[in-house]
């Protein structure tokens, strides 16, 4: 017997099979699948997908043969990875290298086999796919092409196993981000903003021209860093999946008149007004949801609304029951939104560059949260508007059960 040489570049073929970490993992229907059909196609009683680490070589999948791996030293796929080629023995009885090896004399007794490489990029050979017999024989060209054929589906597999591998790196990577931001920034920025607060509202305080204008230009930068740092957690939760519901039954012509009474300074600040419908004032219209989910919904449509309608404009809100849904709409007679723009709407970081938009610039994500979390409630988000007349937000909710 004549054992292998180590390959030329043994060490970055083995940080490669590091990286699969799939040595000593359980068995799976895809690998297994495979060599199931090298088998059938080669008409062989055995077939492997075999890895060759610095010591063994470890069967991913073992059709025919009960033994998870060998000793490298005797594996006849340690020759094969020696180059990209197909490595063919038809009798081990008359080749040097493997007359008297172990698996030849005794079990599996190896006299055929069959190795197509498993190349996972140029001269990087992590093990084969094999077929082998207990007699000697040979192997036909469509045999060769197809277990060719299949062992880079092999490689496809492993391919995705580290794909799948960086994403979950990456996932990793975003949650040690939300956790940097959440603890970095927001928690300072919260203290730094309600501090500004305190200052800028209070009465009494004697601060000069120039003083007061730091602190009312400090205490609304904060806020929009706050609001930015609050919209990009939201925004990444909502993507992971990680974005829990507390849902009551909720009163969402209450929210409706709450939201206003958020944005009453922001109202105040665009010279508009926000009132509820008539017809809605005194209807009771209950859903199930989160009341703190839903209010930032109902408050980012009013404040939309006040940005972009006209001078001393009056927003209407509107409560209407159809079909066992509520729709609630959120209307300002404002320049409405370009028909170039209209598919990009609900889209992350998506803003219309108006002169209105300018002047009280948002982060772009509002629209988009909204759409996420109305979704999350099993309802839809949209709009219709009409150029120079006037803007429609709606959202739909199911009514709650009886």
């Avoid at 060998?70 to 063919?88: G, M, Y």
């Avoid at 957690?233 to 009163?251: E, H, I, N, Q, Y």
């Avoid at 849904?325 to 108006?354: E, Y």
Wanted: hydrophobic fraction near 40%; glycine fraction near 4%.
């Amino acid at each position: 017997m004549k054992s292998a040489p180590l390959p030329e570049n043994e060490a970055e073929r083995l940080r490669w099979l590091t990286e699969l970490e799939i040595l000593d993992t359980v068995e799976e229907q895809a690998y297994d699948d495979l060599t199931y059909l090298a088998a059938q196609i080669c008409d062989t009683p055995i077939a492997l997908v075999s890895l060759i680490d610095p010591d063994r070589q470890w069967f991913k999948s073992h059709f025919g043969l009960n033994a998870r791996e060998t000793p490298r030293e005797q594996a006849f796929c340690a020759h094969a990875i020696l180059n990209d080629d197909l490595f063919v023995i038809e009798d081990s009885d008359k080749d040097a290298r493997f007359s008297n090896n172990p698996l030849v004399a005794g079990e599996p007794h190896v006299k055929f086999y069959a190795g197509a490489p498993l190349i996972l990029q140029e001269d990087i050979r992590v093990g084969t796919l094999c077929v082998i017999d207990n007699k000697p024989r040979s192997i036909s060209p469509q045999q060769r092409l197809a277990l060719t054929s299949l062992a880079r589906q092999v490689v496809s597999q492993l391919k995705l196993r580290l794909k799948i591998a960086e994403l979950q790196h990456l996932d990793r990577a975003k949650d040690d981000f939300i956790s940097m931001v959440n603890h970095e920034l927001r928690t300072p920025l919260t203290s730094i903003n309600g501090a500004l607060s305190l200052l800028h509202h209070s009465i009494g305080v004697n601060l000069d021209a120039d003083a007061a204008q730091m602190v009312e230009v400090s205490y609304r930068n904060s806020a929009r860093l706050l609001c930015l740092v609050n919209d990009v957690l939201d925004v990444t939760r909502l993507a992971s999946g990680r974005f829990p519901l507390v849902r009551k039954p909720l009163d969402i012509t209450a929210l409706a008149r709450q939201a206003i009474e958020l944005n009453q300074a922001y109202l105040d600040q665009c010279r508009c007004r926000a009132e509820i419908s008539d017809d809605t004032e005194d209807t009771r219209v209950i859903v199930s949801g989160d009341e703190q989910r839903l209010l930032q919904v109902m408050s980012n449509l009013v404040s939309n609304a006040a940005k972009f309608t006209h001078l001393d404009d009056t927003i209407q809100i509107s409560v209407v029951v159809a079909a066992g849904n509520a729709r609630i709409s959120v209307t300002d007679h404002g320049p409405g939104i370009p028909l170039t723009r209209r598919k990009d709407i609900f889209r992350k970081f998506s803003q219309i560059n108006t002169a209105e938009n300018q002047k009280l610039p948002g982060t772009g994500l509002g629209l988009h949260i909204c759409k996420q979390l109305v979704e999350l409630h099993g309802g839809t988000i949209g709009f219709d508007s009409v150029p120079n007349k006037q803007t429609v937000f709606y959202f739909t909710l199911p009514m709650a059960a009886s």
